[in-house]
């Protein structure tokens, strides 16, 4: 029986060893709503292994993925590629042209797996530019394109066997993915993460989560896959048995209605908007109605936690989440809320304090690619954890300073092991405390 996860794939088993779920993973398949069990997704990672092999894919080999709004065929292919040793290059869709071409030729990808027909006319445009990529594959059913369950039927010529030998084979320390930074500072840079990386992180965060029951709590997945925080947060998920609803961001306010998720992730811009019509809403009453909503809006917008307000505030605001915020909550499904966490830039303070005043918990986040990626995040889990316009304490495992130039370093098993194909920005490991570190890195970005 696994004890914890080790490497990324493990992840799915260890779901299956210890609390298969009949409802694993729920998104739209040709437009309706389709779940897959614990048991099936297993199933299907271990076809897409075995198609691959026939296909000949090899341990090291570098395959694509592209897709718009997050979907179950994802995770399905990022475990099947990574469990033979073979490495994953998730691309954003909204790349050009130009860079999906460079990514491509960088990683010298032989496969690319897209979702729908925008995509695979994109990529089959550069393709000839491309001496490396041998096929483009489809997560959708797209006229003359192939399909990507293609890989099924190839498995049959692979006895399972051989992904057992493979998959006994990778080690935690081996590299997992290779994910390009966006190239705002020049062409996108390849970041190197292991398998220890992402799972480390994956389960460092564990106890910054609200408290889940296994097998009974639901998140709504929609920010892009491709990025390494919503990705690291599906390990995440997958260890603590919460039903996976995937969506995109265009679909968020439908999906919400439908996940009814006690947790989710999201971006300060979301937020704004979320708040915005909330505002607008409430303002647009008259009378007493009106009134009502400004007090209750009025009370949340100097939200503390812990009881620091005082209990006549206290019992003021437990009025104004029963008469008005009950309802927000509703219209936007946020019901059975647990909590949101909120990363890319800075959340603002009042409107940290306005949704957490509302019982529409947020909490904040810190870190970047180069550290799989949470360096900091706060919880409500413990006492004096929790402060308005702060990202929390360090995740165990990871440390942080201050440089004398103000710059943030941090050393951890979550930092990346280096930047593909260029030895000059390479991580030196050493040993400390048990496990293995990194020198600092210097940090920049924020999520």
Known sequence: MMKEPKRLFDFAYFQLENFPLEKMITSRLNGEWTTISTAEFVRQMN????????????????????????RMEWDIMDNGIMQIGAIDVPIYPTMTEQDCEYIMNHAETKLCFVSNKELFDKISGIQKNIPSLMKVYTFE???GAPHWTELFEAAKTTDQSKVQELSNQVKE??????IYTSGTTGLPKGVMLSHRNIASNAIDCEE???????????????????HIY??????LYFANGVHMYMSGMDSIKDDLMVAKPHMFTGVP????????????????????????????HDLA???EPEGANGWWYEFKLGIARKLVFSKVKAALGLTEISAIASGSAALQVRLARFFNGASIWIKEGYGLTETSPVIAVNTFRKPNMWRAGTVGKPIKNVEVKIAEDGEILSKGPNVMMGYYKDKEKRMKYSKMDGFTQVTSVRLKMVF
């Not at 910054?208 to 920010?223: A, M, V």
């Not at 505002?279 to 109605?289: D, E, H, Q, R, S």
Request: aromatic share 10%; glycine share 8%; net charge positive.
């Open 47 to 70: 076809l897409v292994s075995r198609g691959l092999l026939s296909l000949g894919i090899a341990p090291g080999d570098r395959v694509a993925l592209i897709t718009h709004a997050n």
């Open 141 to 143: 059913k797209v006229e």
């Open 173 to 178: 320390l081996d590299l997992a993915t290779i």
């Open 208 to 226: 910054r989560l609200p408290h889940l029951e296994r097998g009974k709590s639901r998140c709504l997945s929609f920010l892009p896959i491709s």
């Open 230 to 235: 919503e990705r690291m947060l599906h390990y």
């Open 269 to 296: 811009r979301l937020f704004e908007k979320f708040y915005d019509g909330i505002y607008a809403k409430g303002m647009a009453n008259t009378g007493i109605k009106k009134a009502l909503f400004k007090w209750a």
């Open 301 to 303: 917008i100097i939200w």
